[in-house]
């Protein structure tokens, strides 16, 4: 996206761009989504078998915390002409005029060098690349290819947040083990049902800026469905932990719980019909899903503190 194509949609983005405070450059890193992703790689490095010196532990988390706001930066550069025209980020720093897109895109492509590099220098040039991966895959293959082609943006594009327990788990070994692809597919599997619960509240923003979400292109009926069969699809693959060993009886209990949970909240979904009743009930999908992933990976660090 050129400075020239964004100035004529937005003229007083680049005029007004330039005085960022340092609040602004770090609302560019996405800092819920961050949040998410240190914790994710914390359970990943603490399950992994072996060791890691406190020290070196806490770069490998840095190093994923700043890369994950890298690409969150280097997305809100490349998609700041379709932010600024939806309600849920037009109020962002580049469409609201407080960074200038050139400065955002500066910022994220040295904070992606600074943290692959020092995670190679510093961890292991295993987690380093898994790192460079997942801050290509994010960017280019989701933000530049995948969100503006296909209604399997999510889909497809879900593997980049699914990769912080991967990357942590390579921290402390230099190995990708079956275990930490487990923790991936968990993460993999949830994401479709989590994002499909938002588009269907937010699937007029989606069709305003032509960004084919699944309710934008296969209707809502359809991603209800899906909603349902990824629902049905990810509470099996969370209780995979128990069965691989690598998670004790508390965690599995406590899963199969909280999956009931979830299949009850998009079974609600998939019977509402559209309409007021159904935004509702994707809105406490959508709400109950980020708790739902929060329990899951605290109950497997919980475990492995108290020895269980």
């Known amino acids: 996206m050129s400075d020239t194509a964004y100035s004529n949609d937005r003229p007083d983005v680049l005029r ?34 072996g060791g890691i010196h406190p020290v070196i532990g806490f770069t490998a988390l840095l190093c994923i915390a700043v890369g994950a706001g890298a690409s969150g930066a280097l997305n809100m550069w490349y998609d700041a002409d379709i932010d600024a025209k939806m309600a849920r980020t037009a109020k962002r720093p580049i ?12 910022f994220g492509s040295v904070l992606s060098v600074f943290s692959v590099m020092t995670m190679g220098v510093l961890v292991n040039w295993v987690a380093a690349a898994l790192l460079a991966f997942t801050i290509f895959f994010y960017v280019a293959i989701y933000t530049m290819w995948l969100k503006r082609r296909t209604p399997q943006n999510i889909v497809i594009g879900g593997a980049a947040g699914a990769f912080p327990p991967m990357i942590g788990w390579a921290a402390v070994t230099g190995t990708v083990s079956l275990e930490s692809i487990v923790l991936f597919a968990i993460i993999f599997m949830w994401t479709p049902p989590h994002f499909w619960a938002l588009a269907l509240f937010r699937s007029g923003d989606y069709e305003k800026v032509g960004v084919p979400m699944m309710p934008v292109v296969a209707g809502e009926r ?29 965690y599995t209990v406590a899963t199969a719980v909280l999956g009931l949970g979830f ?22 999908l959508f709400a109950y899903s980020i708790l739902y992933l929060f329990l899951i990976f605290s109950l497997l660090l919980a475990e492995r503190l108290l020895g269980m």
């Open 16 to 49: 007004q761009g330039g005085e960022g405070s340092a609040s602004d450059f770090f609302e560019l890193l996405k800092p819920r989504v961050m949040s998410l992703v240190i914790f994710t790689a914390l359970v990943g490095i603490a399950l992994a078998p």
């Open 263 to 284: 299949l009850a909240f998009a079974f609600r979904v998939w019977r509402t019909a559209p309409g007021a009743a159904q935004d509702k009930a994707a809105k406490g």
């Open 95 to 106: 469409p609201s005029g407080r960074v200038a897109p050139q400065e955002a895109a500066v």
């Open 222 to 250: 359809e991603t209800r469905r899906q909603i349902m069969i990824y629902s049905a699809l990810l509470v099996p693959v969370t209780l995979l932990p128990g069965l691989m060993g690598f998670a004790g009886t508390l």
